[in-house]
Nanobody, 112 residues
Framework: QVQLVESGGGLVQPGGSLRLSCAASGSIFAMGWHRQAPGKQQRELVARITSGGSTNYADSVKGRFTISRDNAKNTVYLQMNSLKPEDTAVYYC????????WGKGTLVTVSS
């Protein structure tokens, strides 16, 4: 059983920055962040990183968000810069092991 502990999130003005963290227990292959915007039913991939360091990003966040990982701590970070109102969403940490595990989510609100 993998457990995920998320931190970060909150209210930030447009153009501001936030950092999300997610610590996982157990053996993990890949970790990432997905988000679900208000009024939308589906979660979308924001960024993902494997244990080998390979990354992929949603086109909408390329150049603004950076995902990184501390394998020793089994922790993934999402540095979010130049935030826009459309980045407002609940952000969920995801960890891939024998199956995908999800965190409880943390709300990011970008508003003036």
């Amino acid at each position: 059983q993998v457990q995920l502990v998320e931190s970060g999130g909150g209210l930030v003005q447009p153009g501001g920055s936030l950092r999300l963290s997610c610590a996982a227990s157990g053996s993990i292959f890949a970790m990432g962040w997905h988000r679900q915007a208000p009024g939308k039913q589906q979660r979308e991939l924001v960024a993902r990183i494997t244990s080998g360091g390979s990354t992929n990003y949603a086109d909408s966040v390329k150049g603004r968000f950076t995902i990184s990982r501390d394998n020793a701590k089994n922790t993934v970070y999402l540095q979010m810069n130049s935030l826009k109102p459309e980045d407002t969403a609940v952000y969920y940490c995801a960890a891939d092991s024998s199956r995908r595990y999800w965190g409880k989510g943390t709300l990011v609100t970008v508003s003036s």
